[in-house]
Antibody, heavy 124, light 111 residues
């Protein structure tokens, strides 16, 4: 079955970087992209960015431009989120979610399979 | 504060119907028929229950239905069951640079 398995919880100091992985299985990696979404404590969900499984093209939320990089490794069908210059308000649960998409475009407009989330805590 | 507004909680007795609203703007819910709803049990992966406003994925109970009027989308759960007790959040495509916006989530309690 289709699975998105995320890496474990992280604790980081302000100013550090974190890299979260999303190991996919059970489907053709190149026919779907991955959305990254986060939820800070007591807040709603926030879209961070999307990366194509087809060619690695990516789109980013404006407020995170310059601090976030999305990548994929097609050999291991894994997607990665790297967030730099961490601040306390980056403390959140980070989710990856599959979305049917190609290069630079979505083919469908919903996320049909999600990971369980990775808790990232930023604290001095 | 979330881009889409949902009530914090909704409750109902077994067998009743409940409706969760999701209010956005003309730039998201009002402009696109791409509203989706997710059920989210704590510490589990969210699961898709409605997509494209009214469509139900294979395997999802027909007790779940979706609708939209103007800038407000709604999720209705009919014949409420104990297993429906969970958090639910809505999502809308927003185009442009926003791409995706979400609701703050609604806790459904079965009395």
């Amino acid at each position: 079955q289709v699975q998105l398995v995320q890496s474990g919880a992280e604790v980081k100091k302000p100013g550090a970087s974190v890299k979260v992985s999303c190991k996919t299985s059970g489907y053709a990696f190149k026919t779907f992209g991955i959305n990254w979404v986060r939820q800070a404590p007591g807040q709603g969900l926030e879209w961070m960015g999307w990366i194509s499984g087809y060619d690695g093209s990516a789109k980013y939320a404006q407020n995170l431009q310059g601090r976030v990089t999305l990548t994929t490794d097609t050999s291991t069908t894994t997607a990665y989120l790297e967030l730099r210059s961490l601040r306390s308000d980056d403390t959140a649960v980070y989710y990856c979610a599959r979305i049917y998409s190609g290069s630079y475009s979505y083919y469908q407009y919903y996320m049909d399979v999600w990971g369980k989330g990775t808790t990232v805590t930023v604290s001095s | 504060q979330s881009a889409l507004t949902q009530p914090a909680s909704v409750s109902g007795s077994p067998g009743q119907s409940i409706t969760i609203s999701c209010t956005g703007t003309s730039g998201d819910v009002g402009d696109y028929n791409y509203v989706s709803w997710y059920q989210h049990h704590p510490d589990k992966a969210p699961t898709l229950v409605i997509y494209d406003v009214t469509k139900r994925p294979s395997g999802v109970s027909d007790r779940f239905s979706g609708s939209k009027s103007g800038n407000t989308a709604s999720l209705t759960i009919s014949g409420l069951q104990a297993e429906d007790e969970s958090d639910y959040f809505c999502c809308s495509y927003a185009g442009g640079t926003s791409h995706w916006v979400f609701g703050g989530g609604t806790r459904v309690t079965v009395l």
